[in-house]
């Protein structure tokens, strides 16, 4: 075996070393005798000995080396080992289970005539199985997994004739790997003649192979899964008006800028009439999936509600489905109102939105009415009674809704934006602008007052002006 040869070697150039330097020692100390001590010394001789003794300890060094190299390429490329060489390299080029299993078709049963058996012991499931040989018998199966439970120890061990450990690989019939829950046992009549310096190549090498696999199955999985978000964002945006509808005598803008691929914000125009139109601007409560399911379910609860002039049924109806889908932490804030060109005003309900307000005209220049909230968080809470506001409109009037994105971005300072009178006064230079320009400035605000930081919420904002 290689480590033998390997043992062998050593040895016979340590004894070659030592035999040459007693000679070089002898052949340079004169054993003359000496008349006078004073006149004779031994250091030369014996500093030429131990130069030539370190040269020659390089040589020795350099000649076992290359010997080494040449032992254990002799030793794992030749006979029997080399099939077990030849399928530790080729492993390497493996990522995936696939991969895997055709070099074990490749390798092992066609050209080793080994039977194989491929099992995950944290599922009992079995991954790979030789066909019509030993490991595909259900008693070979149902012995190794009661001889090897699913928390034995990583390491490679040899199997004997009744399918148990055996201490000595000279009665070995078949090894196995177990690493981290995975056991790979190969059946092979003539394991014993595998130099056994092949194996622990061989154990670490198939934990490099499982490193592997699960680094590309989470990368592909990963990879799946921002698919299925951009998908899930674009049916999301499928619910959002594409455009703008038109509308007599009131026009709309609007801004959506989800902090992830999807959002829990949401809004809509839906024309009622020649005179009525239904807006509404909501927030669902946290991020990702759970909350684009709220969100959708929403819209389409509102979009197919036939009577849409009844706004506390409407929110009865997305409170009762919300509250359907068990989720018990998800609920909505929403604006919901009717603005009728008619009667000049507003229906509304804001349930617990905090920024819905209208920009009016007045003698000394703009000034704010808010829309304050007269009812509770939707889909988690009782409802009581719901009361639909009313708040009368004039010609130029502009109504913003916004989510709490937008009020709340800070500065440097921590200083909410909402809080300040930057806020309040770009909202009312903005209110002589149309919707668009209106929200343009707002917008602009937003990334000033930010730093062109990273946001840290969802931003969308509904704006409709009033031409009366």
């Known amino acids: 075996m290689y480590k033998m040869r390997r043992r062998v070697a050593l040895m016979t150039i340590y004894v070659t070393l030592a035999v040459s330097f007693i000679l070089l020692a002898v052949y340079l100390v004169p054993q003359t005798k000496v008349n006078d001590y004073r006149t004779y010394s031994n250091v030369f001789p014996i500093m030429v000995a131990g130069v030539l003794f370190c040269l020659l300890l390089l040589a020795a060094s350099t000649i076992y080396s290359n010997l080494r190299q040449y032992m254990e390429k002799k030793s794992m490329t030749t006979g029997e080992t080399a099939l077990l060489d030849t399928f530790i390299t080729k492993m390497r080029f493996c990522y995936s289970l696939e991969d895997f299993t055709t070099m074990i078709g490749d390798?092992?049963?066609r050209e080793g005539d080994c039977s194989v058996l491929y099992m995950d012991r944290t599922t009992n499931y079995i991954l790979y199985n030789s066909p019509a040989r030993l490991s595909n018998a259900p008693e070979t199966v149902a012995t190794v997994r009661m001889n090897f439970s699913d928390n034995w120890k990583d390491g490679i061990y040899f199997l004997g004739d009744n399918l148990g450990v055996v201490s000595s690989y000279r009665?070995?019939?078949?090894?196995?790997?177990?690493?981290?829950?995975?056991?790979?046992?190969?059946?092979?009549?003539?394991?014993?003649?595998?130099?056994?310096?092949?194996?622990?190549?061989?154990?670490?090498?198939?934990?490099?192979?499982?490193?592997?696999?699960?680094?590309?199955?989470?990368?592909?999985?990963?990879?799946?899964?921002?698919?299925?978000?951009?998908?899930?964002?674009?049916?999301?945006?499928?619910?959002?008006?594409?455009a703008m509808p038109?509308?007599?005598?009131?026009?709309?803008?609007?801004?959506?800028?989800?902090?992830?691929?999807?959002?829990?914000?949401?809004?809509t125009v839906l024309p009622i009439d020649e005179h009525k139109t239904l807006i509404m601007l909501g927030d669902v409560s946290g991020k990702g999936l759970a909350a684009a399911l709220v969100m959708g379910l929403v819209m389409n609860t509102v979009k197919t509600k036939e009577n849409k002039e009844d706004l506390p049924g409407m929110l009865v109806a997305v409170d009762a489905a919300i509250k359907s889908m068990h989720l018990q932490d998800k609920?909505?804030?929403?604006?919901?109102?009717?603005?009728?060109?008619?009667?000049?005003?507003?229906?509304?309900?804001?349930?617990?939105?905090s920024d819905p307000i209208i920009i009016t005209r007045s003698p000394t220049g703009h000034r704010i009415k808010p829309l304050s909230s007269n009812c509770s968080i939707i889909g988690i809470l009782p409802l009581d009674e719901l009361t639909v506001a009313?708040?009368?409109?004039?010609?130029?009037?502009?109504?913003?809704?916004?989510?709490?994105?937008?009020?709340?971005?800070?500065?440097?300072?921590?200083?909410?934006?909402?809080?300040?009178?930057?806020?309040?006064?770009?909202?009312?230079?903005?209110?002589?602008?149309?919707?668009?320009?209106?929200?343009?400035?707002?917008?602009?605000?937003?990334?000033?007052?930010?730093?062109?930081?990273?946001?840290?919420?969802?931003?969308?904002?509904?704006?409709?002006?009033?031409?009366?």
């Not at 605000?445 to 930010?450: G, T």
Request: aromatic share 14%; net charge negative.
């Open 331 to 353: 609920y909505t804030v929403v604006f919901i109102g009717i603005i009728d060109t008619q009667k000049m005003n507003i229906r509304y309900i804001n349930a617990s939105m």
């Open 390 to 468: 009313e708040q009368r409109l004039f010609s130029g009037d502009v109504i913003m809704m916004a989510s709490d994105g937008v009020s709340e971005v800070m500065n440097e300072e921590g200083v909410e934006l909402g809080d300040t009178e930057l806020f309040e006064n770009t909202i009312k230079s903005a209110a002589a602008k149309d919707p668009q320009g209106f929200i343009d400035d707002i917008v602009k605000l937003i990334f000033d007052y930010n730093g062109n930081k990273k946001l840290r919420d969802d931003v969308t904002m509904l704006v409709a002006k009033v031409q009366g």
């Open 171 to 242: 009665k070995a019939r078949g090894f196995f790997i177990a690493s981290e829950g995975q056991h790979f046992f190969v059946f092979c009549r003539y394991t014993r003649l595998f130099d056994m310096e092949v194996y622990p190549r061989l154990f670490e090498e198939f934990k490099r192979f499982q490193t592997r696999v699960k680094t590309i199955s989470s990368l592909s999985e990963i990879s799946e899964l921002s698919k299925e978000w951009e998908q899930l964002a674009a049916a999301q945006q499928s619910f959002l008006p594409p």
């Open 246 to 267: 038109d509308v007599k005598n009131v026009n709309f803008a609007a801004y959506f800028r989800p902090l992830i691929n999807v959002s829990g914000d949401y809004y």
């Open 107 to 109: 390798f092992l049963e």
